[in-house]
């Protein structure tokens, strides 16, 4: 009797185990990764510090600044990698608008039913530069005429669609409307007629939502020729060539701006960085790896995330 009882219980402790093996492994899979999460997280603060002790050194940024090299170290049997790039280096979407939405005085009547008056006024000088930048990427003109009237539709307050572009009648049918405003994310241009997934691919990393300033120490060529215009008598590898500035009137010095763009562009141009994107890699031994992406805005006052995400593997594209 004694046998048969040690015999069930044996059995039964089997059963147990065997039911309980995938959960435990699910559950070592999850450690793992949360482990593997928060090691990535220390990239994220170690940027921050970084950056800080930059500002406190350093009076202006350039692609010379230690925080622009990426940065490796060991926690215990995981490897974190590092890599932060300012947001003033891309195409600021600020600059597709002259001035914010404002609010409507007291009194003032309220909009015509089923459209919204934003107060919103789209610069036509930044969607002729928007548009130049997605030629300069290697789309067509009708692609990218498609893509800025797309865009300029997406942001204005009105209905009245652009020669190319779309308004509420074509979004309705996917169950959303135009923003009437500019986007929160570059995720959200996926969402506009004309931005397909090979051409966000294309002019993701040349783009930003966080920042409405441009430093002409760390912008690429393809941004600037977009700003400034491409004059042949003055190619604007001579511009890039001659950085770092220590301020924007000597690089305005070697750039001859064309009138139209001067004006709005005299507020927006820079030669420090303010804004950054930071993204952290962690991977164990066995190749697990994870990643977090964030927006860090810099300042006197510190250093403060403005956006948080945890990358899925393969990673995300910017947001």
């Known amino acids: 009797m004694t046998l048969i009882l040690i015999a069930i219980l044996a059995l039964a402790a089997v059963e147990l185990f065997l039911f309980l093996r995938p959960k435990l492994s699910v559950s070592r899979e999850l450690l793992q990764r ?16 970084l950056l800080l002790e930059d500002l406190e050194n350093s009076e202006f940024d ?32 600020a600059f597709l608008i002259v001035e914010p939405a404002a609010k409507p005085a007291v009194g003032t009547a309220p909009a015509e039913s089923g459209r919204t008056d934003t107060g919103i006024k789209l610069s036509e000088v930044g969607l002729e530069a928007f548009e130049t930048l997605l030629k300069r990427l290697g789309l067509t003109p009708n692609w990218a005429k498609e ?52 051409i966000t691919e294309k002019v993701f990393p040349y783009l930003t939502v966080f920042s409405k300033r441009l430093n ?80 860090i805005e810099r300042n006197e006052k510190g250093g403060r995330i403005l956006y948080w995400q945890r990358l899925q593997p393969p990673d995300d594209p910017l947001p």
Do not use: C, H
């Open 62 to 93: 350039s692609l010379e600044e230690p925080w622009n090299e990426p940065v490796e170290y060991a926690l215990d049997r995981v490897e974190v990698k590092v890599r932060i790039e300012d947001e003033e280096r891309r195409f600021p979407l």
């Open 216 to 295: 002409l120490n760390t912008a690429p060529a393809e941004v600037l020729e977009s700003m400034f215009g491409k004059d042949e008598s003055l190619p604007i590898d001579f511009l890039v060539n001659g950085r770092p500035y220590e301020s924007t009137a000597d690089a305005l010095k070697l750039a001859q701006i064309d009138p139209k763009f001067y004006n709005q562009l005299q507020k927006m141009l820079t030669v420090s960085s303010s804004v950054f994107s930071v993204r952290s890699t962690a991977r164990d031994e066995s190749g697990r790896q994870e990643s977090v992406y964030a927006i």
């Open 34 to 49: 949360t482990l593997l999460v928060n090691a990535a997280s220390t990239g994220i603060d170690y940027a921050r510090s």
């Open 147 to 198: 893509a800025v009237d797309s865009l300029a539709d997406w942001i204005d307050g009105d209905d009245d669609p652009r020669s190319f572009g779309a308004e509420k009648d074509y979004y309705a049918v996917n169950g959303y409307q135009a923003r009437n405003g500019l986007p929160d994310n570059l995720g959200e241009l996926a969402l506009v007629k004309g931005f397909r997934p090979d």
